[in-house]
């Protein structure tokens, strides 16, 4: 559960998604009646500027090729529509077939989550979820999952997080507007269907990568993320070499972009790299 809620986080997105309705999103009142947005991190990106369109990654997994991933970032005034695709190829897909697809919406400013939907086929044990977000903090999530030779079940879950809370796609734009400075850290909730993480992010220095044939400088940011427990324990490490030494590893562009370039981990069947091949722009609306 861990390891997917990372892929989750880390890196997103499905152009097949991004027509697709998800209902009405719960609006963003003033702030004076909206708890979450007075947080300091539900302040907007001074200097995040993201390219509107289709960012697509490559899944290598102990050096091989084994799938892809999509990320599509669209804005329409003051909300962000964020969605992803994910699958295994051919050859992984003969031993453990995935596919993931979410779609998420969000205000620009103040930076909050407003709903979320994700679908995922593991093997056949197919789940979806919606998490809305309400403006004083609590969280309903809605799971549905389908598995060969049970029952279709339904379960609703009514959250209520202690700190900043996002749903997985909007912990990622929240990495990317965040104005990184080495030795930063931060850290939020990650709600994934019933489950909650406890995130904390580092900066650990920077790095220079060509990437699709150009020079870019990144932000090198350590990542963990601790499974909390139903009595709001967790047990995320708190000293910051601790967390350097680990955690996953995303490779930030220091622009205004702020794309993710590159991640590394580790996972119990070997290490992942995710990296960016492509970028396609978003088509403009068709004129009258």
Known sequence: MKARACLWLLVSASICLA?????????????????????PLAAPGEHFRPRLGALGYQVLWRSAVAGELTFNIDRRDNRYT???RGESNEQIDRIYKVRYQAISQL???????????????????RK??????HPEGRITVVRDRN????????????LRPEKFA???????????????????????????????FDATLRCVGRARMDVMGIRREAWVIAVDMAEIEEDGASN??????????DAVRIYLSND???EILRLTGNTPLGDVQVRLRRFSPLKPPAQP
């Open 19 to 39: 027509d697709r309705q998800i209902g009405s999103a719960p609006s963003v009142g003033p702030a004076s009646a909206n708890v979450r947005a007075n947080d």
């Open 82 to 84: 964020l969605a992803l």
């Open 107 to 125: 205000s620009a400013n103040p930076f909050l989550p407003l709903r979320a939907v994700y679908r995922e086929n593991v093997q056949n044990d």
């Open 128 to 133: 979806h979820f919606t998490a809305d977000f």
């Open 147 to 158: 598995r060969p030779g049970r029952d279709p079940s339904k379960t609703v879950y009514d």
């Open 166 to 196: 996002v749903d997985a796609l909007s912990g990622l734009c929240l990495i990317m507007k965040t104005d990184w400075k080495e030795g930063m850290t931060l850290n939020f909730e990650v709600v994934f269907g019933k489950d909650r």
């Open 236 to 245: 995320a490490p708190k000293d910051a070499d601790a967390i350097a030494k």
């Open 256 to 258: 205004p972009y702020r």
